[in-house]
């Protein structure tokens, strides 16, 4: 075992260290099968060579991958279900055979905020099925996504196929779907396990039973006054599907937000209540812009920091967007990124605060007709070039590579020193580092910007690639600027952009059309061949 004594706790066993992780009450540190009376029956751990597993022996097959001892839950990883995968020099690759809940007991359970991974072994290959993807073992074994995970047992009859024996395995995915493909890194992400929090021993634990018995009067209170009105409002039609749809949402927001906060931990983004939101903001007193996802006002934090923000219309569904956006934006810290410092999520009511830039977004200068507010192409290419190194950082040097799928002028922030953030990432999606293609459905983006194969999966497979097509969309537009050339393609306004400004650098004209002097032409044709490149199959230039 290898472990470290820390200190000494007021209450149960003194914390210790397992490799990179701190054991504490109600959880002990055990070797082999030596008794430890400080910690609470079931949540002894077994320190082997730096890694913390559940249980009395490395053999439970359960690592411990986080604890967050203040929700009472922890993300474990069975790695005796991965380790079938990892034998196929001796033909002993298998997929996993037994449900996961077979090693779970009482205090833990597994919770509800998992998702299904659901294996398939199968006596001959099943039908075509979307979604249903082979395993590497081969041998007519399949993995696909099983929606979320059902804590009574058992798996929805219409993920069965025939001829088939399937095993639903739960996995923790902060954001969107499991991807059936990434199986493998989900069962090594792990899932997520919850316990009911023990009474400590002596007067403590009087004081929990007591604090419980005055709970229990008080909510049985509550109930005799509020059932009558219950049931009258479900007696009426209207009332009934109100009380149903409000169900949905705050279960489905409350789901979204509880993952959201477990993948983080400790580094979650701070989350503010509605009134502190709006003590920031000055009750909403200086508004900076709106759009059809809300209304952006200017605030200050208590420590006098610049803020911007974002009050998003009532939201109607279940915040996916929202959810999306904290969970994207808040695994990244880059320059070129621009900074979130906390949100707010109460009921319907959401807000984001992000920091303040001085300079508004990059179209407010590329499509004014204010000289003064014209940007100088030396500044132009500079920007051009922080928003390639925001790019390149979300889509190689995120732990979890992240596609925008929104890349614009109106989406790109500049500072007091005109320093370029990409912000807005409302329909980002997240995956795996080693993944670059998707699997979605619907397409999402601004028209103009949005990639061919987003729109329509007949182009090709959904990438990092999208992004950089709408990258050089933007390019085009930062030469461009459609109000700068407008009187030269009024004649041709059904005419496409890109395929304008092509034609006119194949006349030698391009840059004359887009206002542009010999002076600075350099900078202008370079800016404009690599928005060409970006958004051609096979370039020409």
């Known amino acids: 075992m290898t472990a470290t004594k820390l200190g000494v706790q007021a209450e149960g066993c003194s914390p210790e260290r397992c490799g990179n992780m701190t054991i504490a009450t109600p959880f002990g540190l055990v070797s082999g099968s030596e008794e430890n009376t400080c910690m609470q029956l079931g949540f002894q751990v077994h320190c082997t060579d730096g890694v913390p597993y559940l249980g009395y022996h490395s053999g439970y097959g359960l690592q411990i991958l986080n604890i967050f001892p203040l929700n009472s839950s922890m993300v474990v990883s069975d790695i005796l279900k991965l380790g079938g995968f990892n034998n196929l020099s001796r033909q002993g690759c298998h997929v ?10 009482p205090p833990f359970s597994i919770s509800p905020l998992n998702q299904n991974l659901i294996f398939y072994n199968c006596a001959k290959p099943p039908p075509a099925r979307a979604g249903l993807v082979e395993t590497v073992c081969g041998n007519n074994t399949f993995v696909r996504a099983g929606g979320w995970y059902n804590t009574t047992g058992g798996m929805n009859s219409g993920y069965a196929l025939e001829g088939c024996n399937a095993t639903a395995l739960p996995v923790l995915v902060p954001s969107g779907e499991a991807n059936a493909r990434d199986y493998e890194e989900l ?8 316990w009911q929090p023990l ?9 929990v039973i007591s604090k419980r018995i005055l709970i229990l009067i008080v909510s049985s209170a509550v109930s005799t006054l509020l059932f009558p009105c219950i ?30 906060i477990l993948s983080y931990g400790s580094l979650a983004p701070k989350r503010y209540t509605y009134s502190e939101v709006m003590k920031i903001t000055s009750s909403r007193n200086h508004e900076l812009g709106k759009g059809g996802y809300g209304v952006v006002f200017k605030g200050r934090l208590h420590d006098d920091r610049l803020v911007a923000v974002k009050f998003l ?13 904290v969970m994207s934006i808040g695994r990244t810290s880059h320059v070129n990124i621009v900074s979130l410092f906390g949100f707010c999520l109460e009921g319907s009511k959401r807000a984001l605060i992000y920091e303040y830039m001085p300079n508004g977004s990059l179209d407010r200068y590329i ?25 390149e950082y979300l889509h190689h040097s995120c732990n979890t590579r992240i596609i925008h799928f929104d890349i614009k002028p109106h989406n790109i922030l500049l500072d007091r020193d ?70 030269v393609a009024e004649k041709s306004s059904e005419e496409y952009f890109p395929d304008w400004i092509y034609d006119h650098f194949s006349q030698d004209d391009g840059l004359r059309a887009c ?4 002076e600075i032409e350099e900078i202008a044709k370079r800016m404009t061949f690599i928005g060409l490149w970006c958004i051609q199959v096979v370039p020409k230039f």
């Not at 009332?239 to 949905?248: D, N, P, T, V």
């Not at 219309?313 to 956006?325: A, L, M, T």
């Open 418 to 487: 005109f320093c370029p953030k990409i912000a807005d990432f409302g329909l980002a999606k997240l995956c795996h580092a080693k993944e670059s293609k998707l699997s979605m459905t619907g397409a999402r983006g601004t028209i103009g910007f949005i990639a061919p194969e987003v729109h329509s999966r007949t182009f090709g497979v959904v990438s990092t690639k999208s992004d950089v097509y709408s990258y050089g969309m933007m390019l085009l537009e930062m030469v461009g600027g459609r109000k700068n050339v407008k009187s």
């Open 515 to 518: 206002e542009v002097t010999s």
């Open 367 to 391: 499509y004014s007709e204010n000289h003064k507010e014209i940007l100088g192409w030396e500044r132009l290419y500079a920007i051009a070039i922080g928003i390639a190194r925001g790019l």
């Open 96 to 105: 996993p055979m037994a449900d996961a809940a077979t090693k779970i007991e």
């Open 231 to 260: 049931c009258v409002m479900m007696r009426h039609p209207k009332g009934k599907r109100l009380w149903s749809r409000s169900k949905r949402t705050s279960s489905g927001t409350e789901r979204n937000y509880e993952a959201m």
């Open 199 to 207: 009474p400590s021993a002596g007067g403590s634990g009087i004081k």
């Open 187 to 194: 069962i090594s992400d792990g899932f997520l396990l919850t």
């Open 313 to 325: 219309h009532d939201c109607k569904g279940n915040g996916d967007e929202f959810v999306n956006e």
